[in-house]
């Protein structure tokens, strides 16, 4: 339970950090908070020849919220994200969606970048990133581009960064006014990751049509997935307990959920499509548009049932 | 002989100094090289929280760093709540509540409790359980752990002691 040994470097700088990723390449590991990549090396599941500790770059520690906007530096806490009151007032879903992530000591180390570069298909940012379109912005010595979040995402625990690039910041763009939200997971325990998560973002025009749908859901395969099908089943349509059942369907009925240690497939569908359908009501309650449509006590049945 | 880095930090308010692979992770640098025991290891790899310490004021896991990133930093262990005379109200309360039985996430339970009434200095029982929750105690007496963080909630508010120093 001792990683194996490494050669360790604590750039004070950007260029510092990315001449030593374009020397090293695909021996050296970037840290940041540690919280992923440390539990690999301590079981010597990774075996870095060159350790690039990234925390003293306090350049890629910036959290601002503007009106476009949430743009998180690389190396912003989790629990910055977490006590920021403006990023609850502008964008809930991301406040919502950290509470889940670990447990206090976890989030005080844990950073944004590490745990969208990590890229656990059961973690809760990167979910929260797909559902939002979030924007990766990647350096590297040679330049910088930026990818939507779901080219960033390539498999499980992979992603589109190159071994000489880092992360250094992203963007989570806010959504159209009149827009509910809802993150919501079921894990075996508190602060555990997710058997299934959900981030679902719902819109709806002036006459109370859904005129917006997101819905990313994350532990299912390898990357987080949207419910395209199911989003597209929404648009348009007036919100009802039919719709909203029907389209929680259609997004169970489009996974391939795996079967694991933790849960069989199916078990896994079944709780998607109850998250969904749940997330939906719950959107559709905080879009400040319409009346309830006594979903929540059908709800609360089919919870005793 | 492999390379060994020199570490300079505040441990409990008192410097230190030592030298360690890169590789050393905190909480072994504290119980070998610094002889501070009372941090203890679990899982290594994060899960179980025995090994808590504050760093610059919050609680991290020590298995999960090494020693090498918290040059110039400030870490307080379990060492660092009563270093002499009376114990701390939440070590005093663990006593009382009969919250320990084996002992061995006792620091961390502590440590994760002390920020968590830093923070919210009035907790209910459900944000006392979610707090600690990163926490296990394999004994399973979170009854009791529960009801020890509440009794300190109450010995440390204002008028009553407050937290000491």
Sequence with gaps: MKP????????????????????????????????????????????????????????LASLAVSDGGVTAGALVRQWELERSSEVARRLPILSEAIRF?????????????????HADPAAELPVVAVALAAEFQLQSAQGSRSLQAHEFYTGYLSTAIASDELLVKIHLPFSPPNTGWC?????????????VAV??????????????????????????????????????????????????QVAAQGLEPENDIHASAAYRRHIAEVLVRRALETARTRSGSLSGFGFEASMRKDRDA | MPDTISIDLTVNGVACTGSAEA???????????????????????????????????????????FAVQV??????????????????????????????????????????????????????????RVGLAGNLCMCTGYVNIVRAVKAAAEAMAPGRGGIPE
């Excluded at chain 1, 679902?200 to 987080?224: E, T």
């Design chain 1, 4 to 59: 194996a040994p490494f050669t360790y470097f604590a750039p004070q700088s950007v260029s510092e950090a990315l001449a030593l990723l374009r020397e090293h390449g695909e021996g050296a590991k970037v840290l940041a908070g540690g919280q992923s990549l440390v539990p690999l090396m301590n079981f010597r599941l990774v075996r870095p020849q060159v350790l690039i500790d990234i925390n003293g770059l306090s350049e």
């Design chain 1, 101 to 117: 992530v670990g447990h206090p000591a976890i989030r005080n180390r844990g950073t944004v970048g590490g745990s969208l570069v």
């Design chain 1, 183 to 195: 993150f919501t997971e079921i894990a075996r325990r508190q602060g555990d990751f997710a058997l």
């Design chain 1, 199 to 248: 981030a679902l973002l719902l819109g709806f025009n002036g006459n109370g049509s859904v005129s917006f749908a997101r819905i990313a859901l994350g532990g299912i395969g390898g990357v987080p997935v949207r419910a395209g099908t199911a989003e597209e089943s929404l648009l348009g349509k007036r919100p009802s307990e039919t719709l909203f059942r029907e389209a929680a």
């Design chain 2, 23 to 65: 590789r050393r992770s905190l909480v072994d640098f504290l119980r070998i090289d610094l002889g501070l025991t009372g941090t203890h290891v679990g899982c290594e790899h994060g899960v179980c929280g025995a090994c808590t310490v504050l760093l610059n004021g919050r609680t991290v896991r020590s298995c999960l760093l």
């Design chain 2, 71 to 128: 040059r110039g930093a400030e870490i307080v262990t379990i060492e660092g709540l009563s270093k002499s005379g009376p114990l701390h109200p939440l070590q005093q309360a663990f006593q009382e509540h009969h919250a320990l039985q084996c002992g061995f996430c006792t620091p961390g339970m502590i440590l994760a409790a002390l920020e968590l009434l830093k923070e919210n200095p009035a907790p209910s029982e459900e944000e006392i």
